[in-house]
């Protein structure tokens, strides 16, 4: 086990190359990484937030809001598929638990109930995401489960984590995380974003872009006394275009996720606007929809806030169409942004949100450094003390295996926390227990007679189901807490797991090689660590 074989050393010193020439540019200042080829590796270690300062920010997507607009759609779609069908009903309304209608005609109950059923689906768990109801007086209850509710909300989770990173990376962002914390909330560290305030004005905004046309036979006045007709609302609008609100059709004819591309530009006059696309149904709607209704006004609303109301002089075919308004550049430019990356599901409230500042995050830095330092120069230290010449190759060993977990890091672009930093140290100690298992049991094989290059193999061979036992279930517990965990508990998990596989590595094969070449070279009679 001992010899020196040709893959060994090759191994050894592909390892040793890697290490250095990937933990480098960590160590190398910037302008001088900046003048190297272009084939050499430049990846840096990402900082995590308690490292390079930035924002916090904890959210927690309103599931009230989400189920209250599932409710109002559930609305209209029962007003639409039963005036379809010219089914006649009064008293339709949304109630805290669902939807009731009442159907004049008894006559027509068991058509109403087949036509309100058909609009519910099925769940991935199988269920019905609605259940229909036959109350009293030839009403119709309509209510959506709880196990739909919480698919509804665990979606919409799902959904915002992936807009939400959309919309940092377009902010400039490097290595933002961006976790779920429980059901419902979304936690998200931004290093280097020290603007809390500009992160959620954001990722906080829903961007949820309609077209509904204007219903002119109403006027706000009359809307603000309660006298909107069914299928109508009254929405409020921008100060500059009307401060008394425009009432616009419930039916959303266009929506915002039917958007393929949206741009800031300028109008004809040199004002800043936003430039639409849309895909193949959108604008198949859009234009039915200018098409049929030249001369009406089509509000433009964002998130519940009618930005513009412009008359259709005519059919607007190809897909595309410009928002004008009182745009600034910053605010064409952030709203185009948004709508790019999608709508939220739902609002997001934000439940905490903290700074780190860039100060403290260079003392988090030293104090990490400083911690480092003095735990590799007290593990040097015993190592040496107690095993002598073969300690000092089991410090060889814990430098190659340093540089390797920086350059592994380094490569794979991991984010470096202070709990990272504890798990570099730990992972160090753990090394050395590998070494000293070896070494203890090199020392029973000697005492027990054997000759010293025995001793040392039967050492390495012995020790080496241990070694591999202890290693395995560490690096369980690492991918037990990098699934489970969240922000900085991730960074000491990943850190822990990297570290257990190059430990096993330089602490059996480079020690091997090491101690190796010492016994071709020097023929030693007995060991040193007797």
Same mark, same amino acid.
């Given at each position: 086990m001992l010899r020196l074989h040709a893959w060994k050393l090759a191994l050894v010193g592909l390892a040793l190359m890697f290490g250095i020439v990937f933990t480098a540019p960590n160590l190398l200042p910037q302008s001088v990484t900046d003048h190297l080829p272009g084939w050499v590796p430049q990846a840096r270690l990402n900082l995590g937030l308690d490292l390079q300062g930035g924002s916090y920010l904890l959210l927690e997507v309103d599931t009230a809001e989400l189920k209250k607009e599932k409710l109002t759609n559930l609305t209209?779609?029962?007003? %639409? #598929?039963?005036?379809?069908?010219?089914?006649?009903?009064? *008293?339709? /309304?949304?109630?805290?638990? =669902? !939807?009731? +209608? $009442?159907?004049?005609?008894?006559?027509?109950?068991?058509?109403?109930?087949?036509?309100?059923?058909?609009?519910?689906?099925?769940?991935?768990?199988?269920?019905?995401?609605?259940?229909?109801?036959?109350?009293?007086?030839?009403?119709?209850?309509?209510?959506?489960?709880?196990?739909?509710?919480?698919?509804?909300?665990?979606?919409?989770?799902?959904?915002?984590?992936?807009?939400?990173?959309?919309?940092?990376?377009?902010?400039?962002?490097?290595?933002?995380?961006?976790?779920?914390?429980?059901?419902?909330?979304?936690?998200?560290?931004?290093?280097?974003?020290?603007?809390?305030?500009?992160?959620?004005?954001?990722?906080?905004?829903?961007?949820?872009?309609?077209?509904?046309?204007?219903?002119?036979?109403?006027?706000?006045?009359?809307?603000?006394?309660? %006298? #909107?007709?069914?299928?109508?609302?009254?929405?409020?609008? *921008?100060? /500059?275009?009307?401060?008394? =609100? !425009?009432? +616009? $059709?419930?039916?959303?004819?266009?929506?915002?996720?039917?958007?393929?591309?949206?741009?800031?530009?300028?109008?004809?006059?040199?004002?800043?606007?936003?430039?639409?696309?849309?895909?193949?149904?959108?604008?198949?709607?859009?234009?039915?929809?200018?098409?049929?209704?030249?001369?009406?006004?089509?509000?433009?609303?964002?998130?519940?806030?009618?930005?513009?109301?412009?008359?259709?002089?005519?059919?607007?075919?190809?897909?595309?169409?410009?928002?004008?308004?009182?745009?600034?550049?910053?605010?064409?430019?952030?709203?185009?942004?948004?709508?790019?990356?999608?709508?939220?599901?739902?609002?997001?409230?934000?439940?905490?949100?903290?700074?780190?500042?860039?100060?403290?995050?260079?003392?988090?830095?030293?104090?990490?450094?400083?911690?480092?330092?003095?735990?590799?120069?007290a593990i040097f230290v015993f190592i040496i003390l107690a095993y002598g010449l073969f300690g000092l190759f089991a410090a060889v060993a814990l430098v190659i295996n340093g540089f390797l977990i920086v350059g592994l890091m380094s490569l794979t672009q991991a984010t470096l926390t202070l709990p990272g930093i504890a798990g570099l140290i730990l992972t160090l100690a753990v090394a050395v227990d590998a070494n000293v298992l070896t070494y203890e049991r090199m020392r029973e094989e000697a005492r027990s007679g054997r000759t010293a290059m025995i001793a040392a193999d039967a050492g390495f061979r012995r020790a080496f189901v241990t070694i591999f036992d202890a290693n395995v279930t560490t690096l369980i517990a690492a991918v037990i807490m990098f699934s489970f965990g969240t922000g900085t508990v991730k960074g000491f998990a990943w850190t822990l797991g990297f570290g257990v596989l190059t430990s096993v590595f330089t602490a059996v094969l480079v020690t091997q090689v090491l101690i190796g070449w010492w016994f071709e070279t020097f023929k030693p009679k007995s060991l040193p660590i007797l």
């Open positions: 209209e779609d029962v007003r %639409r #598929v039963l005036a379809q069908k010219a089914i006649a009903f009064t *008293d339709l /309304a949304s109630t805290a638990d =669902g !939807v009731s +209608v $009442r159907v004049t005609d008894p006559a027509q109950v068991n058509a109403a109930y087949k036509e309100v059923a058909a609009l519910g689906a099925l769940t991935s768990a199988g269920t019905r995401d609605l259940v229909v109801v036959n109350g009293p007086n030839q009403t119709l209850n309509l209510s959506i489960p709880d196990q739909a509710l919480s698919a509804l909300a665990n979606s919409a989770v799902d959904q915002s984590i992936e807009i939400i990173r959309k919309r940092i990376d377009q902010l400039g962002t490097r290595e933002p995380s961006i976790t779920r914390n429980g059901a419902t909330r979304i936690v998200i560290e931004a290093p280097g974003e020290s603007d809390p305030e500009k992160l959620k004005n954001v990722i906080g905004k829903t961007a949820k872009l309609t077209f509904q046309m204007v219903d002119d036979a109403v006027t706000p006045e009359e809307a603000a006394q309660g %006298r #909107v007709p069914p299928g109508s609302q009254l929405l409020p609008a *921008d100060e /500059a275009y009307d401060r008394n =609100g !425009v009432v +616009v $059709r419930r039916r959303v004819d266009v929506s915002g996720d039917m958007l393929t591309d949206a741009r800031p530009g300028f109008d004809q006059n040199g004002r800043p606007d936003i430039n639409l696309r849309f895909n193949g149904v959108g604008a198949n709607r859009f234009a039915m929809v200018t098409q049929n209704n030249v001369g009406k006004r089509f509000a433009i609303v964002l998130d519940g806030r009618v930005i513009s109301a412009p008359t259709i002089q005519g059919a607007i075919l190809g897909g595309q169409c410009e928002i004008t308004g009182n745009f600034t550049q910053d605010a064409a430019n952030d709203l185009a942004n948004l709508l790019r990356s999608g709508a939220l599901p739902a609002k997001l409230i934000v439940q905490e949100q903290r700074t780190v500042g860039a100060e403290l995050g260079a003392d988090s830095i030293r104090a990490g450094e400083t911690s480092l330092v003095i735990g590799a120069i």
